[in-house]
Structure formats: structure tokens, C-alpha cells
């Protein structure tokens, strides 16, 4: 088992960042993907961005360029900086882990973008 707990989230103006960070505990040894997804009522839940294992990392379109996923293996734990956030990127935001098996999910935290 892995628990994930997310934090960073909160309300910002446009333009302005934001830093997610998502610490894992448990089985950790386990994972060989981390990511961060974000859900709204109308889009439901999308992938925003993934780092796998040897570092590989993917974005949303939407987020690339503004948005950055890293890994501290280290200290079991990811993050998401947020630049030049937009509106449209409010949402609640999951960190998510994966392993060949099972998949594993944090609470999330809710990020708002002033405009």
C-alpha cells in the first residue's frame, strides 16, 4: 500500500504560481510512475502531467510550458510547480502513483485562479 497526501493548493491570482507537493509513504519502493491530475465539474478528471521512474516526464497541452512535474526519490516526494496560471486551471488537483499492479490516489487539494 501507498499513501499519498497532497498540499501547496490555494487561491491565486492570474499570472501568479503555485508549488504542489505530494508526499508518498508505505510501500513506496513499489511505484514506478508518479502524477498529478486535476478534476472540474464540467471536464471531469485529466491527466495534467506524469514523471515516470528513470525521470521521462509528459504534460497536458494545455499545461505545457507553464507547468512542471519533479521528483525528489530521495524523500518520496513530487511536485508540481504551476507558472503563469490561468482561470481555466482551477480545480482540484490529485497526485496520483502507480505500480505494475495498483494505482493509489491522494485526498487532493483545490487550486483557484483569480482573474
Known amino acids: 500500500q501507498v499513501q499519498l497526501v497532497e498540499s501547496g493548493g490555494g487561491l491565486v491570482q492570474a499570472g501568479g504560481s503555485l508549488r504542489l507537493s505530494c508526499a508518498a509513504s508505505?510501500?513506496?519502493?513499489?511505484?514506478?510512475?508518479m502524477g498529478w491530475y486535476r478534476q472540474t465539474p464540467r471536464k471531469g478528471r485529466e491527466l495534467v502531467a506524469v514523471?515516470?521512474?528513470?525521470?521521462?516526464?509528459d504534460y497536458a497541452d494545455s499545461v505545457k510550458g507553464r507547468f512542471a512535474i519533479s521528483r525528489d526519490n530521495a524523500k518520496n516526494v513530487e511536485y508540481l510547480q504551476m507558472n503563469r496560471l490561468k482561470p481555466e486551471d482551477t480545480a482540484v488537483y490529485y497526485c496520483?502513483?502507480?505500480?505494475?499492479?495498483?494505482?493509489?490516489w491522494g485526498q487532493g487539494t483545490q487550486v483557484t485562479v483569480s482573474s
Open positions: 496520483n502513483a502507480e505500480s505494475s499492479l495498483y494505482e493509489w
Open positions: 514523471i515516470t521512474n528513470g525521470g521521462n516526464t
Open positions: 508505505g510501500d513506496t519502493t513499489s511505484i514506478s510512475a
